[in-house]
């Protein structure tokens, strides 16, 4: 697949896309940091946005979607979280900034007091594709069932011997008779860019990446400070 840049922007104009959300309220106060405000996005039903820097607008779609609309030119670049990005067969992205934002872990979880079902235990997910790399990779045979939520219930309903599901507190596992097994992978919110943009649009997307990477770095080297992201 050819990466494309939509010609409808002005050139030097950069789209970022963001998910609603834990990561929106987190990606909007970390552009804040570098001076980037955007008005009236928690009331507008508008889904892109201009911003108090007129070579950047923000869009807003789902999360999963966000790769999709950066790797086809509908956007320059994204912000998504790890998750969403590992359950891609291939990527078409560049991935330059660990942004630090919307932390979680992904976790192979089940009852506390039971076993593995079986030689072939059911194991319920929205995350088939890592799932199913995780199992192969320490040659595990089990069934991945396709959930879009509610991951937790599958196991007390029979559904399920097991989930893997993104946890942050452990607390919902916990109110629901699971723990956690193994760690899969720990999950933040990732800067990714469109090829073509990179190219095209080398010196704004890279001017973008350079302000965003020196707020994250101002940030981890102050953890105990004020914070806004």
Avoid: W
């Avoid at 008005?39 to 923000?58: G, N």
């Avoid at 950066?70 to 320059?76: C, M, S």
């Avoid at 599958?154 to 893997?164: E, F, N």
């Amino acid at each position: 697949m050819t990466a494309v840049v939509d010609a409808a922007r002005p050139e030097g104009r950069l789209t970022l896309a963001v998910s609603k959300g834990r990561i929106l309220d987190q990606a909007l106060a970390l552009l804040s940091e570098i001076g980037i405000e955007v008005a009236d996005i928690a009331t507008s039903r508008r889904l892109v946005f201009a911003t108090s820097d007129p070579r950047i607008e923000v869009m807003i779609i789902r999360a999963q979607d966000v790769p999709t609309f950066v790797e086809y030119g509908a956007a320059d670049l994204g912000i998504a979280g790890k998750d969403v990005l590992m359950e891609r067969e291939r990527s078409e992205l560049y991935e330059p900034l660990d942004l630090g934002i919307a932390r979680c872990r992904l976790v192979l979880a089940g009852p506390h007091d039971g076993a593995p079902g079986g030689p072939r235990p059911r194991v319920a997910t929205k995350y088939v594709r890592t799932a199913r790399r995780y199992f192969a990779a320490r040659g595990m045979q089990v069934e991945v069932i396709h959930l879009y939520g509610s991951m937790e219930i599958a196991p007390r309903v029979g559904l399920a011997d097991q989930i893997v599901d993104l946890v942050d507190s452990g607390a919902t596992l916990r109110a629901n008779g699971l723990v956690e097994i193994a760690r899969i992978a720990d999950i933040s919110s990732r800067l990714v860019v469109n090829k073509a943009a990179m190219k095209m649009k080398h010196a704004p997307v890279r001017e973008f990446i350079a302000r965003l990477a020196r707020a994250c770095a101002a940030r981890d080297a102050h953890p105990a400070g004020p914070r806004r992201a």
